[in-house]
């Protein structure tokens, strides 16, 4: 007999109500790291539902070829780096001019490190990657929130399964990750004095580039993949993910995951996590990974 595993939105739910569901023609969204991968996806997928939206990335040239391909009446590119605030108030300052309004937020810019332990990581490798995937975060709902309350709209910080999963030999994605989380919960208990809300996206693995740049294109972080169980191993596409993402903002839901194997460990991450990583400290087969990891630092040391 299959055993059913209800949905944490179905739980929560009864609980705590929903707010209605936001119609996304007429809609302003602004999306970060949006000129490929999940943001370009996400980007697409909002204007095929009658969205326009403002693509915002460091990369000038993907940023045009992007924007263009969606239409110059319903995207528009605007270059900036999540870790400048200045020019994070400026992109928002220039969807509001463009558009008139700002209604939907998607903080999506990320990278991820190459696999590195905590005692071998480069520390300016760390401070990078929490600058964008975390900081960068709340330099672009800063200042947006005005915006998206004005026109009770909706913000999606883009998480990972990394927030709850074990951080093996990726100690600053995974405390990049569970900081936007954070931050995602943390938005959504204030935003509700007003009509806005916010949720968390939470991905597993999906085929990006930032994804081949650090599991198949370092060989230990190809080790790290295969030792993910199958069902957690198995790669979505950025259109499956986008797809998720923007049916959790027109649902305004507090939270989405994808691939959904991934669900029941985040419904159980708790029970799961107080043996798991014992387990997998005393686990020869890690143990064998950790020391790979630091020769790897002190050969390029020698």
Do not use: C
């Not at 930032?210 to 230990?220: E, I, K, R, S």
């Not at 049916?247 to 043996?275: C, D, F, H």
């Amino acid at each position: 007999m299959k055993l059913h595993i209800p949905s944490i939105d179905s739980l929560v739910r009864p609980v705590l109500g929903r707010p209605a569901r936001m119609d996304l023609r007429g809609r302003t969204a602004l999306v970060t790291g949006a000129a490929q991968g999940i943001g370009f996806a996400t980007a697409r997928n909002l204007v095929g539902r009658g969205a326009r939206v403002v693509l915002v990335d460091v990369d000038r040239s993907l940023l045009d070829q992007a924007a263009g391909s969606l239409g110059v009446e319903n995207a528009v590119g605007v270059e900036a780096d999540v870790r400048d605030r200045a020019a994070m108030a400026e992109a928002v300052a220039r969807a509001v001019a463009h558009f008139g309004r700002l209604d939907i937020v998607v903080a999506n810019a990320g990278v991820t490190p190459v696999p590195a332990t905590i005692r071998s990581m480069d520390l300016d490798d760390f401070d990078r990657v929490m600058a964008i995937n975390a900081v960068g975060v709340v330099n672009t709902l800063k200042p947006a929130l005005d915006q998206v309350i004005r026109h009770g709209g909706h913000v999606t910080v883009v998480s990972s399964v990394a927030a709850f999963a074990p951080g093996v030999g990726a100690a600053a994605y995974g405390a990049s990750k569970a900081a936007v989380e954070q931050i995602g919960r943390a938005l959504r208990i204030e935003l509700g004095i007003t009509e806005a809300t916010a949720g968390v996206a939470y991905f597993g693995v999906v085929d990006t580039a930032l994804v081949h740049q650090a599991f198949d294109a370092d060989p230990l972080g190809r080790e790290v993949n295969a030792m993910l169980p199958l069902p957690m191993r198995r790669r979505i596409r950025p259109e499956e993910a986008a797809q998720v993402l923007v049916q959790g903002i027109e649902n305004r839901a507090p939270r989405t995951i994808a691939p959904k194997s991934w669900e029941p460990y985040l419904l159980m991450r708790e029970v799961v996590n107080r043996t798991l990583d014992d387990r997998l400290r005393t686990s020869r087969t890690i143990q064998d990974l950790m020391r790979a990891i630091e020769n790897r630092l002190d050969s390029a040391n020698r």
